[in-house]
């Protein structure tokens, strides 16, 4: 296509801009971008097809993959010429922001699945999933319970070497995913509970191990929550804990409903040791550079 009127009435789209602006700087698939932009796979697949056909991007097969990505390098001589404008519009896009903070965990996630960096993107066998359950195998028969489970991924990882799981979550249809989940991998030794993590009808001292994953921010009163994992905790129980650190991306407030903007290590820290937590240790379980959001993980124990 030539720069024409029928050119720039493909850019008068906004999702098509985002995506151009997101292939600027990386190679993605169709999966990856529908994530990131919280558009329909099928949708995102038109857009791709049209800014292909535009000769604004261009698609490499890859590790039994399709990636798009922009390379001014092949542009036509028209589009070359306007593409350093464009780029610097493209900045200023409304939601750049969000779409910058998902494509940093995407790329989180691509570097601990051993996907980046490696020749042709494949490293046959090494999985950091395939390494967890394996130290798995070190930990006793346990009664673990997963409070906000979710749709229950965490869930399903503990129930592998755990005696039993009991995932409660306030939602009816996270926890609806989460059976559905445990079906298709024949998990039986989960029990699911609808309920608010603030007020358990769980007996007193009835489970070895309390996990709390990305849970606190999302609740009014971290310490209720705590206070009642300590109830449930037998004596020398252990509470995990993964938490963010204290971010400034204002949307997740809309966007995915916290409440808090993370956490300081040493605000956590006093929280655990409020509410009688001994033990206590926390650390950066994962970072990356130029990603806003940064995991913490932490552990405390219930004194005797």
Known sequence: MNVSADFFRLLGDSVRLRILRLLSGQKLNVSELTGILGVAQSGVSRHLRLLREAGLIHEDREGGWNYYAVDPLRFTDGVARLWPVLEEQLGTLEGCRQ?????????????????????????????????????????????????????????????????????VDKSATMLRKSKQLARRHAMKNITWKLARIEKLSLPKESVDVVLLA???????????????????LKPDGTLLLQELRTHKEEWVREKLGDIRLGFEEKELKD??????????????????????????????????
């Open 214 to 232: 990305q849970v606190l921010h999302c609740v009014k009163d971290p310490s209720a929550v705590l206070c009642e994992a300590r109830r449930i």
């Open 99 to 167: 779409d910058d903070a998902r494509l940093q965990e995407l790329l989180r996630q691509r570097k601990e699945d051993f996907r980046e960096g490696s020749v042709r993107g494949i490293c046959p066998g090494r999985s950091w999933a395939a390494w967890a359950r394996t130290l798995g195998y070190l930990v006793p028969d346990l009664i673990v319970a997963d409070l906000g489970c979710g749709e229950g991924y965490l869930s399903m990882e503990i129930a592998r070497w755990a005696r039993k799981v009991i995932a």
């Open 271 to 304: 929280l655990l040791r409020a509410n009688s937590f001994v033990d206590v240790r926390l650390g950066v379980g994962a970072k990356r550079r130029g990603d806003p959001f940064i995991v913490l993980i932490g552990s405390g124990r219930k004194k005797r």
